[in-house]
């Protein structure tokens, strides 16, 4: 279903608050036969800004909310592109908030834990940092025990973007723009970046990356929100679904050791959907490793950049369903095994396990392993990825 129901009741409510309900007097079969046009009237496609804090430089930040036709909010600022709220609605109509993360820009400067952000230039690991392409060694920035990490210390998720709003007759959203140097926490390549955030009347929220080098380099760009969708409390008992037969184990250090292994019989089948919890606790190698799961899945796709479904997260007790889909070969899925409560942001404590990511990517480490899908971009070449996320809710 598609939030017809809270539209409804928002619509109500503006209607009985505003009394803007002049297409509607009259009979009740005539208000329902224009209730199509006061969805709009009453709860517009919007977009708006304010202010969100000041960075150590003093750089002022600004956060942007995106509301669709149906009340869903998708909150963003141009602090490392950081997704700061995403608000869907319960089964019951109630709008909540489903990712983790704060209301103000210092805090996410504070605690550096990727919440929310845009990832780059490379999502996951690469080990020790290290890669050679075209005969040339490159040693990148080590911010993860000698590995490096979501793009290194000062990574695309620690950045200020160029953003800029647009809205069609269906959507709403927000343009990034952003150019890595050469050099940039060890990477060759002038890299140009440009990210879309898009929020559409059918409660689906993309994100397009593109970017052209000057340089052969690595790219693998991802998103890192961290979801509950319960809002808060650990997520053992919320539901997942990955698209997947076969995963890539890792090492104590979390880098792959290039094995696809199937998923079939293991604790790392979630071919059919079941609950978080249901196997995290079994004495594993793999989940020893991961401190729990904190894996990349091999998604089940004919090729390296087909669309599709490649996770359902659901949450029984709300009845929230989130799809995530993307073109991408693989999906990281981080079940929070490094919170421990010790921070808590817009109200939520981030106790242990209280979030998992969901990160559509390229395989950690690829650079160093041949039998990975190749993520090097070269000069002349455009790479580009797409993630949807759809929130839903299940009676
Ligand atoms: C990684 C985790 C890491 C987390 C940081 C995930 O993508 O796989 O190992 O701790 O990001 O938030």
Redesign the pocket.
């Known amino acids: 279903m598609n939030f017809k129901k809270l539209t409804l009741a928002l619509c109500l409510s503006a209607c009985a608050t505003q009394m803007a309900c002049a297409d509607v007097t009259g009979s009740t079969a005539k208000a329902q036969t224009v209730a199509p046009k006061l969805v709009q009237t009453a709860v517009p496609l919007s977009f708006s800004a304010a202010p969100f804090g000041k960075l150590p430089t003093g750089e002022a930040t600004t956060v942007y909310t995106l509301t669709n036709a149906n009340g869903v909010v998708v909150k963003a600022t141009n602090y490392g592109g950081v997704l700061t709220s995403i608000l869907t609605p319960d089964r019951n109509g109630k709008l909540g908030d489903i990712i983790l993360g704060f209301d103000n820009v210092e805090d996410y400067v504070k605690y550096k ?3 929310g952000a845009l990832i780059g230039r490379y ?3 690469i080990g020790k940092g290290q890669f050679t392409l075209d005969g040339k060694s490159y040693q990148l920035d080590l911010n ?1 025990k000698g590995n490096h ?2 793009g290194g210390s000062k990574g695309f998720w620690s950045v200020l973007w160029d953003v800029k709003p647009f809205k069609t007759e269906t959507s709403v959203g927000l343009t990034l723009t952003h150019t890595s140097p050469d050099g940039d926490q060890g990477y060759p390549g002038n890299l140009k970046v440009t990210v879309v955030y898009e929020l559409t009347n059918t409660d689906e929220f993309f994100i397009r990356y593109s970017a052209t080098t000057d340089k052969p380099t690595p790219v693998n760009m991802t998103q ?1 929100p ?1 979801f509950n969708l319960a809002g808060s409390g650990e997520i053992l008992n919320q539901e997942l679904m990955i698209n997947a037969s076969r995963y890539t184990p890792v090492d104590g250090g ?1 880098i792959p050791t290039g094995e696809l292994a199937a998923v079939a019989g293991t604790v790392f089948d979630f071919s059919t959907s079941h609950t978080i919890g249901k196997m995290i606790g079994q004495p594993n190698e793999q989940l020893k490793n ?1 401190g729990g799961y ?1 894996h990349n899945w091999v998604l089940n796709k004919k090729a390296t950049n087909e669309w599709g479904l490649d996770a359902r997260f659901y949450d029984p007790a709300s009845g929230r369903v989130l799809d995530v889909s993307s073109d991408q070969p693989g999906i ?1 899925f ?1 079940s929070g ?2 919170l421990d409560g010790k921070i808590t942001g817009k109200g939520v404590n981030f106790v242990y396990r209280g979030a998992i ?1 969901l ?1 559509p990517q390229h395989f ?1 480490d690829s650079p160093n392993k041949s039998n990975f899908p190749t993520t090097i971009l070269k000069p002349g070449e455009v790479y580009a990825a797409k993630i949807g996320y759809k929130f839903d809710v299940k009676k």
């Open positions: 834990s990727y919440f999502g996951n690991r993860d990490l979501h890192h961290y979390l991961g904190d990281q981080y095994n490094f990511c990160e950690p």
